[in-house]
């Protein structure tokens, strides 16, 4: 069973539009969730981090995201969108030490 | 700190060559992360060490795949034989420690094409 689900594959919004992009996860322990964003042809960068605490975690460039536990997602979210933000973004789940990631979701912003 | 090193960015080889991919972690991280990226299967998960000691090896594909860390500054990935569906970017990446409580740091991958 997929421990990390991204129901969004490819997202297409326009400048200034708002986002959101789902995350579910399935795991019992401790749960230690992040986004990571890979601009065209680069690595993986880490956007933001949730491990305990207030359940809303704001991260770089504007993102935020919010832990809900009872619905075991963690989306990520941004109020205006900008070209720049063009990338795939990756939700991932540290289960037990291994760095588990979703299948990612593809963001295109049109000018 | 220079960051994941990863070596080489770019490889292209022959369909049954061996192929061998260096990471230098970052100085200090204790746990370090072999992962493949394709358009099909995302972002798999191939081994997963911990203080240089393979703690799960449960995604390396198939015996054609090994990987070592012989020290706390270097590991490898190897592919013998490689095949094209090998082909994908294979990205290292580093953690301070085993804890929960970190994020990973990635390298810059490595490009391979098997031909």
């Known amino acids: 069973a997929q421990s990390v689900s991204q129901h969004n594959h490819h997202v297409i919004l326009s400048e200034a539009a708002s986002l959101e992009l789902g995350c579910n996860y399935s795991?019992?322990?401790?749960?230690?969730l992040f986004w990571y964003v890979q601009y065209p042809g680069q690595h993986l960068q880490l956007l933001l981090k949730?491990?305990?605490?207030?359940?809303l975690v704001k991260g770089i460039k504007g993102f935020e995201a919010e832990f809900i536990k009872s619905k075991f997602s963690f989306n990520l979210r941004k109020p205006s969108v900008q070209w720049s933000d063009t990338a795939e973004y990756f939700c991932?789940?540290?289960?037990?030490?291994?760095?588990?990631f979703g299948q990612g979701t593809e963001l295109s912003v049109k000018p | 700190d220079a960051g994941v090193i990863q070596s080489p960015r770019h490889e292209v080889t022959e369909m049954g060559q061996e192929v061998t991919l260096r990471c230098k972690p970052i100085?200090?991280?204790?746990?370090l992360f072999w992962y493949r990226q394709t358009m099909m299967r995302g972002l798999e998960l191939l081994i997963y060490?911990?203080?240089?000691?393979?703690?799960?090896d449960s995604g390396m594909p198939e015996d054609r795949f090994s990987a070592k860390m012989p020290n706390a500054s270097f590991s490898t990935l190897k592919i013998q034989p490689s095949e094209p569906r090998d082909s994908a970017v294979y990205f290292c990446?580093?953690?301070?420690?085993?804890?929960?409580?970190?994020?990973?740091?990635f390298g810059q991958g490595t490009r391979l094409t098997v031909v």
């Open positions: 795991y019992g322990g401790t749960v230690n």
């Open positions: 990446a580093s953690r301070p420690s085993d804890s929960l409580n970190t994020e990973a740091f």
């Open positions: 991932a789940l540290n289960q037990g030490g291994k760095l588990i």
């Open positions: 100085s200090g991280h204790n746990s």
């Open positions: 060490f911990n203080n240089n000691v393979p703690i799960d």
């Open positions: 949730y491990f305990s605490g207030d359940p």
